[in-house]
Protein backbone atom coordinates (compact mmCIF):
# COMPACT_ATOMS: atom_id res chain seq x y z
CA UNK A 1 0.00 0.00 0.00
CA UNK A 2 0.94 3.24 -1.29
CA UNK A 3 1.85 5.61 1.83
CA UNK A 4 0.49 9.57 1.66
CA UNK A 5 2.24 12.17 2.82
CA UNK A 6 -0.95 12.70 4.66
CA UNK A 7 -4.45 11.02 5.45
CA UNK A 8 -6.82 11.87 3.21
CA UNK A 9 -6.18 15.64 3.26
CA UNK A 10 -4.10 17.79 5.45
CA UNK A 11 -7.10 19.04 7.39
CA UNK A 12 -8.29 15.43 8.29
CA UNK A 13 -4.79 14.09 9.57
CA UNK A 14 -4.85 17.10 11.95
CA UNK A 15 -8.19 15.65 13.14
CA UNK A 16 -6.81 12.07 13.08
CA UNK A 17 -3.62 13.44 14.73
CA UNK A 18 -6.00 14.79 18.03
CA UNK A 19 -8.45 11.92 18.01
CA UNK A 20 -5.31 9.24 18.45
CA UNK A 21 -3.88 11.20 21.12
CA UNK A 22 -6.79 11.59 23.02
CA UNK A 23 -7.54 8.12 22.77
CA UNK A 24 -4.01 6.65 23.95
CA UNK A 25 -5.13 9.12 26.66
CA UNK A 26 -8.67 7.42 27.12
CA UNK A 27 -6.87 4.15 27.20
CA UNK A 28 -4.29 4.74 30.10
CA UNK A 29 -6.94 6.56 31.91
CA UNK A 30 -9.36 3.73 32.08
CA UNK A 31 -6.92 1.10 32.62
CA UNK A 32 -5.40 2.92 35.32
CA UNK A 33 -8.94 3.95 37.00
CA UNK A 34 -9.74 0.16 37.02
CA UNK A 35 -6.37 -0.54 38.65
CA UNK A 36 -6.46 1.97 41.34
CA UNK A 37 -10.05 1.15 42.36
CA UNK A 38 -9.14 -2.64 42.22
CA UNK A 39 -5.75 -2.58 43.86
CA UNK A 40 -5.49 0.09 45.76
CA UNK A 41 -8.44 1.84 47.07
CA UNK A 42 -10.72 -1.12 47.69
CA UNK A 43 -7.99 -3.87 47.96
CA UNK A 44 -9.27 -7.04 49.92
CA UNK A 45 -12.64 -5.51 50.80
CA UNK A 46 -15.48 -8.09 49.48
CA UNK A 47 -17.49 -5.96 47.65
CA UNK A 48 -14.56 -4.66 45.50
CA UNK A 49 -15.99 -6.76 41.93
CA UNK A 50 -18.93 -4.21 42.51
CA UNK A 51 -16.99 -0.91 43.38
CA UNK A 52 -14.83 -1.81 39.65
CA UNK A 53 -18.14 -2.51 37.82
CA UNK A 54 -19.72 0.92 39.16
CA UNK A 55 -17.00 2.50 36.56
CA UNK A 56 -18.55 0.82 33.72
CA UNK A 57 -22.20 1.68 34.82
CA UNK A 58 -21.32 5.35 34.93
CA UNK A 59 -20.00 4.61 31.16
CA UNK A 60 -23.18 3.12 30.40
CA UNK A 61 -24.85 5.80 31.94
CA UNK A 62 -23.56 8.75 30.21
CA UNK A 63 -24.26 6.72 26.75
CA UNK A 64 -28.07 5.92 27.07
CA UNK A 65 -29.02 9.02 29.71
CA UNK A 66 -26.95 12.04 27.74
CA UNK A 67 -26.62 10.47 24.39
CA UNK A 68 -30.16 11.00 22.61
CA UNK A 69 -30.23 14.38 23.76
CA UNK A 70 -27.07 15.49 22.91
CA UNK A 71 -28.27 15.19 19.29
CA UNK A 72 -30.38 17.54 19.14
CA UNK A 73 -28.02 20.81 20.38
CA UNK A 74 -24.84 18.63 17.79
CA UNK A 75 -27.78 19.70 15.12
CA UNK A 76 -28.08 23.34 16.52
CA UNK A 77 -24.48 23.99 17.27
CA UNK A 78 -21.19 24.57 15.11
CA UNK A 79 -19.70 21.26 15.03
CA UNK A 80 -15.91 22.42 15.03
CA UNK A 81 -16.93 24.41 18.26
CA UNK A 82 -18.73 22.00 20.28
CA UNK A 83 -15.68 19.55 19.76
CA UNK A 84 -13.46 22.27 21.10
CA UNK A 85 -15.76 23.02 24.04
CA UNK A 86 -15.97 19.57 25.21
CA UNK A 87 -12.34 19.19 25.13
CA UNK A 88 -11.79 22.05 26.97
CA UNK A 89 -14.39 20.64 29.65
CA UNK A 90 -12.96 17.17 29.55
CA UNK A 91 -9.24 18.43 30.06
CA UNK A 92 -10.70 20.50 32.80
CA UNK A 93 -12.20 17.56 34.99
CA UNK A 94 -9.48 15.20 34.74
CA UNK A 95 -7.44 18.22 35.69
CA UNK A 96 -9.66 18.43 38.68
CA UNK A 97 -9.20 14.91 39.56
CA UNK A 98 -5.92 15.01 39.24
CA UNK A 99 -5.20 17.79 41.95
CA UNK A 100 -7.70 16.03 44.10
CA UNK A 101 -4.99 12.73 43.45
CA UNK A 102 -2.27 14.47 44.83
CA UNK A 103 -3.45 13.47 48.24
CA UNK A 104 -2.91 10.70 50.28
CA UNK A 105 -5.52 8.45 49.92
CA UNK A 106 -6.19 7.99 53.50
CA UNK A 107 -7.78 12.09 53.12
CA UNK A 108 -10.56 11.16 51.75
CA UNK A 109 -13.20 8.40 52.47
CA UNK A 110 -13.41 5.54 50.44
CA UNK A 111 -16.87 7.02 49.39
CA UNK A 112 -15.89 9.68 48.81
CA UNK A 113 -12.92 8.73 46.15
CA UNK A 114 -15.07 6.42 44.74
CA UNK A 115 -18.14 9.51 43.99
CA UNK A 116 -15.74 11.46 42.35
CA UNK A 117 -14.41 8.96 40.29
CA UNK A 118 -17.91 7.66 39.04
CA UNK A 119 -18.56 11.49 38.39
CA UNK A 120 -15.64 12.17 36.67
CA UNK A 121 -16.36 9.41 34.50
CA UNK A 122 -19.90 9.79 34.27
CA UNK A 123 -19.37 13.53 33.21
CA UNK A 124 -16.35 12.36 30.89
CA UNK A 125 -18.38 10.38 28.60
CA UNK A 126 -21.18 12.60 28.53
CA UNK A 127 -19.17 15.14 26.86
CA UNK A 128 -18.34 12.52 24.39
CA UNK A 129 -21.78 11.91 23.60
CA UNK A 130 -21.69 15.73 22.22
CA UNK A 131 -17.61 14.96 20.79
CA UNK A 132 -18.45 11.75 18.92
CA UNK A 133 -21.15 13.13 16.50
CA UNK A 134 -20.03 16.48 15.93
CA UNK A 135 -16.78 14.91 14.80
CA UNK A 136 -19.26 12.50 12.90
CA UNK A 137 -20.70 14.89 10.78
CA UNK A 138 -17.42 17.29 10.96
CA UNK A 139 -15.65 14.29 9.32
CA UNK A 140 -18.82 14.11 6.63
CA UNK A 141 -17.76 18.07 5.83
CA UNK A 142 -14.34 17.39 5.44
CA UNK A 143 -14.41 14.08 3.65
CA UNK A 144 -16.19 13.16 0.42
CA UNK A 145 -16.97 10.15 -1.41
CA UNK A 146 -17.66 6.76 -0.50
CA UNK A 147 -14.28 5.31 -0.43
CA UNK A 148 -12.64 8.10 1.44
CA UNK A 149 -15.19 7.59 4.20
CA UNK A 150 -14.87 4.47 4.31
CA UNK A 151 -10.91 5.04 4.87
CA UNK A 152 -11.76 7.65 7.29
CA UNK A 153 -13.88 5.36 9.16
CA UNK A 154 -10.75 2.68 8.49
CA UNK A 155 -8.46 4.85 9.96
CA UNK A 156 -10.52 5.63 13.26
CA UNK A 157 -11.19 2.41 13.80
CA UNK A 158 -7.41 1.45 13.62
CA UNK A 159 -6.76 4.40 15.48
CA UNK A 160 -9.19 3.29 18.52
CA UNK A 161 -7.74 -0.54 18.20
CA UNK A 162 -4.34 0.51 18.46
CA UNK A 163 -4.79 2.54 21.43
CA UNK A 164 -6.33 -0.04 23.21
CA UNK A 165 -2.95 -2.01 22.49
CA UNK A 166 -0.72 0.90 23.15
CA UNK A 167 -2.84 2.30 26.35
CA UNK A 168 -3.14 -0.12 28.53
CA UNK A 169 0.85 -1.37 28.80
CA UNK A 170 1.38 2.24 29.89
CA UNK A 171 -1.26 2.31 32.39
CA UNK A 172 0.27 -0.39 35.24
CA UNK A 173 4.03 1.48 34.76
CA UNK A 174 2.15 4.81 35.33
CA UNK A 175 -0.01 3.78 38.18
CA UNK A 176 2.61 1.58 40.53
CA UNK A 177 5.88 3.69 39.60
CA UNK A 178 4.84 7.03 39.51
CA UNK A 179 1.64 7.52 40.60
CA UNK A 180 -2.34 8.40 40.06
CA UNK A 181 -1.92 11.87 39.36
CA UNK A 182 0.30 11.34 36.79
CA UNK A 183 -1.33 8.98 34.60
CA UNK A 184 -4.30 11.29 35.11
CA UNK A 185 -2.35 14.08 33.93
CA UNK A 186 -1.22 12.39 30.70
CA UNK A 187 -4.76 12.06 29.56
CA UNK A 188 -5.42 15.68 30.53
CA UNK A 189 -2.20 16.82 28.29
CA UNK A 190 -3.92 14.64 25.63
CA UNK A 191 -7.12 16.41 25.79
CA UNK A 192 -4.79 19.83 25.20
CA UNK A 193 -3.30 18.51 22.23
CA UNK A 194 -6.35 17.11 20.39
CA UNK A 195 -7.78 20.88 21.71
CA UNK A 196 -4.51 22.21 19.17
CA UNK A 197 -5.58 19.70 16.33
CA UNK A 198 -9.12 20.44 16.02
CA UNK A 199 -8.83 24.03 16.51
CA UNK A 200 -6.45 24.28 13.48
CA UNK A 201 -8.58 22.29 11.27
CA UNK A 202 -9.87 24.70 8.47
CA UNK A 203 -13.80 23.68 8.18
CA UNK A 204 -15.03 24.54 4.75
CA UNK A 205 -17.60 27.39 4.20
CA UNK A 206 -20.21 24.78 4.03
CA UNK A 207 -19.51 22.87 7.15
CA UNK A 208 -18.70 22.92 10.61
CA UNK A 209 -21.34 24.98 11.47
CA UNK A 210 -25.19 24.42 12.06
CA UNK A 211 -27.02 22.27 9.51
CA UNK A 212 -27.57 24.45 6.53
CA UNK A 213 -28.55 24.69 2.63
CA UNK A 214 -31.16 23.19 1.27
CA UNK A 215 -30.25 19.51 2.08
CA UNK A 216 -29.89 20.31 6.03
CA UNK A 217 -32.61 23.15 6.20
CA UNK A 218 -35.49 21.84 8.70
CA UNK A 219 -38.93 23.69 9.61
CA UNK A 220 -39.17 24.59 13.39
CA UNK A 221 -40.36 21.93 15.24
CA UNK A 222 -41.08 23.08 18.58
CA UNK A 223 -37.99 23.46 20.67
CA UNK A 224 -35.70 20.72 22.08
CA UNK A 225 -38.58 18.08 22.75
CA UNK A 226 -39.94 19.04 19.26
CA UNK A 227 -36.46 18.54 17.68
CA UNK A 228 -35.61 15.49 19.44
CA UNK A 229 -39.07 13.62 18.26
CA UNK A 230 -38.55 15.04 14.83
CA UNK A 231 -35.29 13.33 14.67
CA UNK A 232 -36.77 9.75 16.17
CA UNK A 233 -39.43 10.20 13.40
CA UNK A 234 -37.27 10.86 10.94
CA UNK A 235 -34.89 7.81 11.65
CA UNK A 236 -37.76 5.55 11.97
CA UNK A 237 -39.70 6.54 8.82
CA UNK A 238 -36.04 5.79 7.15
CA UNK A 239 -36.13 2.25 5.55
CA UNK A 240 -32.57 1.94 4.98
CA UNK A 241 -31.21 3.66 8.71
CA UNK A 242 -33.72 1.16 10.53
CA UNK A 243 -32.09 -1.72 8.69
CA UNK A 244 -28.77 -0.26 9.42
CA UNK A 245 -29.48 -0.33 12.94
CA UNK A 246 -30.92 -3.87 13.27
CA UNK A 247 -27.63 -5.18 11.61
CA UNK A 248 -25.46 -3.43 14.16
CA UNK A 249 -28.23 -4.33 16.66
CA UNK A 250 -27.14 -8.26 15.69
CA UNK A 251 -24.01 -8.09 15.80
CA UNK A 252 -23.49 -6.38 18.68
CA UNK A 253 -25.55 -9.78 20.32
CA UNK A 254 -22.77 -11.82 18.86
CA UNK A 255 -19.95 -9.71 19.87
CA UNK A 256 -21.14 -9.03 23.23
CA UNK A 257 -21.74 -12.50 23.99
CA UNK A 258 -17.95 -13.19 22.88
CA UNK A 259 -16.58 -10.45 25.55
CA UNK A 260 -18.90 -12.03 28.35
CA UNK A 261 -17.75 -15.49 28.18
CA UNK A 262 -14.29 -15.77 25.73
CA UNK A 263 -12.37 -15.87 29.48
CA UNK A 264 -14.56 -18.98 29.62
CA UNK A 265 -13.99 -20.40 26.42
CA UNK A 266 -10.09 -20.16 26.63
CA UNK A 267 -9.77 -22.17 29.45
CA UNK A 268 -12.84 -24.91 29.10
CA UNK A 269 -12.52 -25.07 25.19
CA UNK A 270 -9.40 -24.40 24.07
CA UNK A 271 -7.86 -25.76 26.94
CA UNK A 272 -5.43 -22.72 27.98
CA UNK A 273 -4.21 -21.13 31.26
CA UNK A 274 -6.24 -17.85 31.70
CA UNK A 275 -2.38 -16.05 31.38
CA UNK A 276 -2.75 -16.75 27.76
CA UNK A 277 -6.32 -14.67 27.60
CA UNK A 278 -4.71 -11.76 26.98
CA UNK A 279 -3.13 -12.92 23.51
CA UNK A 280 -6.77 -13.82 22.69
CA UNK A 281 -7.61 -10.08 22.86
CA UNK A 282 -4.37 -9.03 21.43
CA UNK A 283 -5.62 -11.32 17.88
CA UNK A 284 -8.42 -9.56 17.90
CA UNK A 285 -6.96 -6.17 17.88
CA UNK A 286 -4.11 -6.63 15.56
CA UNK A 287 -6.89 -8.34 13.26
CA UNK A 288 -9.36 -5.32 13.75
CA UNK A 289 -6.04 -2.87 12.50
CA UNK A 290 -5.72 -4.89 10.08
CA UNK A 291 -9.56 -4.71 8.85
CA UNK A 292 -10.05 -1.08 9.56
CA UNK A 293 -7.15 -0.61 7.29
CA UNK A 294 -8.18 -2.32 4.06
CA UNK A 295 -11.99 -1.40 4.96
CA UNK A 296 -11.34 1.98 2.47
CA UNK A 297 -9.92 -0.54 -0.20
CA UNK A 298 -12.91 -3.09 0.22
CA UNK A 299 -15.24 -0.38 -0.14
CA UNK A 300 -14.05 0.92 -3.35
CA UNK A 301 -13.69 -2.27 -5.01
CA UNK A 302 -17.22 -3.89 -4.10
CA UNK A 303 -19.28 -0.78 -2.34
CA UNK A 304 -20.16 -0.11 0.92
CA UNK A 305 -23.59 -2.00 0.68
CA UNK A 306 -21.79 -5.39 -0.19
CA UNK A 307 -18.91 -5.20 2.42
CA UNK A 308 -22.17 -4.79 4.63
CA UNK A 309 -23.25 -8.06 3.90
CA UNK A 310 -20.54 -10.06 2.97
CA UNK A 311 -18.77 -9.07 6.20
CA UNK A 312 -21.80 -10.13 8.43
CA UNK A 313 -21.64 -13.62 6.59
CA UNK A 314 -18.20 -14.38 6.80
CA UNK A 315 -17.53 -12.79 10.25
CA UNK A 316 -20.73 -14.69 11.18
CA UNK A 317 -18.81 -18.16 9.95
CA UNK A 318 -16.06 -17.38 11.31
CA UNK A 319 -17.59 -17.06 14.63
CA UNK A 320 -19.19 -20.64 14.43
CA UNK A 321 -16.02 -21.99 13.36
CA UNK A 322 -14.35 -20.60 16.34
CA UNK A 323 -16.49 -21.61 18.65
CA UNK A 324 -15.79 -25.44 17.41
CA UNK A 325 -11.70 -24.53 18.27
CA UNK A 326 -10.26 -27.11 21.04
CA UNK A 327 -6.80 -25.71 20.55
CA UNK A 328 -5.27 -22.57 21.72
CA UNK A 329 -3.36 -21.88 18.42
CA UNK A 330 -6.20 -22.27 16.22
CA UNK A 331 -8.32 -20.08 18.38
CA UNK A 332 -5.86 -17.37 18.35
CA UNK A 333 -6.09 -17.69 14.80
CA UNK A 334 -9.80 -17.73 13.98
CA UNK A 335 -10.20 -14.80 16.25
CA UNK A 336 -7.84 -12.98 14.49
CA UNK A 337 -9.50 -13.85 11.33
CA UNK A 338 -12.96 -12.97 12.84
CA UNK A 339 -11.96 -9.24 13.79
CA UNK A 340 -11.27 -8.52 10.20
CA UNK A 341 -14.46 -9.10 8.45
CA UNK A 342 -15.99 -7.42 11.48
CA UNK A 343 -14.50 -4.38 11.54
CA UNK A 344 -14.75 -3.86 7.97
CA UNK A 345 -18.60 -4.28 8.21
CA UNK A 346 -18.13 -1.83 10.80
CA UNK A 347 -16.29 0.56 8.80
CA UNK A 348 -19.07 0.52 5.60
CA UNK A 349 -21.31 0.83 7.56
CA UNK A 350 -20.24 4.89 8.15
CA UNK A 351 -20.75 5.92 4.39
CA UNK A 352 -24.10 4.19 4.44
CA UNK A 353 -24.75 6.28 7.56
CA UNK A 354 -23.36 9.89 6.47
CA UNK A 355 -25.16 9.22 3.02
CA UNK A 356 -28.76 8.38 4.96
CA UNK A 357 -28.88 10.91 7.22
CA UNK A 358 -29.23 14.59 5.65
CA UNK A 359 -26.50 17.24 7.29
CA UNK A 360 -29.57 18.50 10.01
CA UNK A 361 -29.85 15.19 11.32
CA UNK A 362 -26.71 13.70 11.49
CA UNK A 363 -26.30 14.88 15.29
CA UNK A 364 -29.37 13.07 16.07
CA UNK A 365 -28.97 9.53 13.77
CA UNK A 366 -25.60 9.46 15.79
CA UNK A 367 -27.22 9.91 19.12
CA UNK A 368 -29.74 6.91 18.28
CA UNK A 369 -27.49 4.47 16.59
CA UNK A 370 -24.65 4.12 19.13
CA UNK A 371 -26.40 4.37 22.22
CA UNK A 372 -28.82 1.78 21.12
CA UNK A 373 -25.82 -0.78 19.54
CA UNK A 374 -24.45 -0.01 22.92
CA UNK A 375 -27.28 -1.15 24.77
CA UNK A 376 -27.64 -4.24 22.83
CA UNK A 377 -23.80 -5.24 23.87
CA UNK A 378 -24.72 -4.83 27.25
CA UNK A 379 -28.31 -6.42 26.99
CA UNK A 380 -26.03 -9.65 25.08
CA UNK A 381 -23.72 -9.98 27.98
CA UNK A 382 -26.03 -9.73 30.27
CA UNK A 383 -27.72 -12.54 28.44
CA UNK A 384 -25.10 -14.60 27.29
CA UNK A 385 -23.56 -14.70 31.37
CA UNK A 386 -27.15 -15.40 32.63
CA UNK A 387 -27.34 -18.47 29.75
CA UNK A 388 -24.25 -19.92 30.51
CA UNK A 389 -25.05 -20.17 34.32
CA UNK A 390 -28.24 -21.01 34.46
CA UNK A 391 -30.17 -22.99 31.74
CA UNK A 392 -27.18 -24.29 29.53
CA UNK A 393 -25.18 -24.63 32.40
CA UNK A 394 -24.06 -28.72 32.52
CA UNK A 395 -24.69 -29.37 29.20
CA UNK A 396 -22.71 -31.57 27.52
CA UNK A 397 -24.52 -32.68 24.11
CA UNK A 398 -22.59 -35.42 21.80
CA UNK A 399 -23.10 -34.60 18.12
CA UNK A 400 -21.20 -37.07 15.95
CA UNK A 401 -17.73 -36.18 16.41
CA UNK A 402 -18.34 -33.26 18.16
CA UNK A 403 -19.27 -32.03 21.80
CA UNK A 404 -21.86 -29.39 22.76
CA UNK A 405 -21.02 -27.25 26.10
CA UNK A 406 -23.11 -24.19 27.45
CA UNK A 407 -20.36 -21.58 26.18
CA UNK A 408 -19.21 -23.21 22.58
CA UNK A 409 -23.12 -23.51 21.88
CA UNK A 410 -24.07 -19.94 22.93
CA UNK A 411 -21.28 -18.87 20.68
CA UNK A 412 -21.91 -21.14 18.00
CA UNK A 413 -26.32 -19.51 17.71
CA UNK A 414 -24.20 -15.93 18.35
CA UNK A 415 -22.43 -16.40 14.77
CA UNK A 416 -25.52 -17.92 12.93
CA UNK A 417 -27.48 -15.05 13.99
CA UNK A 418 -24.68 -12.92 12.44
CA UNK A 419 -24.81 -14.92 9.01
CA UNK A 420 -28.66 -14.59 9.19
CA UNK A 421 -28.20 -10.89 9.66
CA UNK A 422 -26.29 -11.06 6.74
CA UNK A 423 -29.18 -12.53 4.39
CA UNK A 424 -30.98 -9.72 6.15
CA UNK A 425 -28.64 -6.99 4.81
CA UNK A 426 -28.29 -8.70 1.73
CA UNK A 427 -32.29 -8.17 1.01
CA UNK A 428 -32.95 -5.38 3.26
CA UNK A 429 -30.36 -2.72 2.40
CA UNK A 430 -32.38 -1.10 -0.28
CA UNK A 431 -29.95 0.44 -3.80
CA UNK A 432 -29.81 3.83 -4.13
CA UNK A 433 -32.02 3.92 -7.11
CA UNK A 434 -34.93 2.50 -4.59
CA UNK A 435 -37.93 4.71 -3.93
CA UNK A 436 -37.31 3.64 -0.01
CA UNK A 437 -34.04 5.30 -0.16
CA UNK A 438 -34.07 8.46 -1.82
CA UNK A 439 -31.95 10.11 0.59
CA UNK A 440 -29.05 7.71 -0.71
CA UNK A 441 -29.45 8.99 -4.29
CA UNK A 442 -25.86 8.99 -6.07
CA UNK A 443 -24.13 6.90 -3.65
CA UNK A 444 -22.92 3.32 -4.76
CA UNK A 445 -24.28 0.84 -2.71
Excluded at 417 to 441: I, K, Q, R, T
Aim: with cysteine; glycine share 10%.
Amino acid sequence: MRLRPTLISPEYTRLWFGQAVSSVGDAVFSTTLVLWVATILVEGRPWAPVAVSGVLLATGAAVLLVGPVAGVFVDRWDKRATMLRTEVLRGVMVALLTAVACLPTSALAVEVWLALVYVTVFALNAAARFFTPARFALVADLVTGEADRARAAGLAQATSQTAWIVGPPLAAPLLFTVGLQWALLFNALSYAVSFVAVRSVRVPASGGGPAGGSEGQQPASGGLFGEFVAGLRFFARSRFLVALLVLAVIGQFGVGALNTLNVFFTTDNLHASARLFGYLGMAMGVGGIVGALCAGRVVQWIGARRATWIGLLVSGALLVLYSRQTGFLGGVAFLFAFAIPLTVLNTAMAPLLVAAAPAAYRGRVVAVFYPVTQLASMLAAVLAGWLAGTVLRGLDVPLGPLRLGPVDTILAVSGLFVVLSGVYAWLALPAPESADAPEMAGVRV
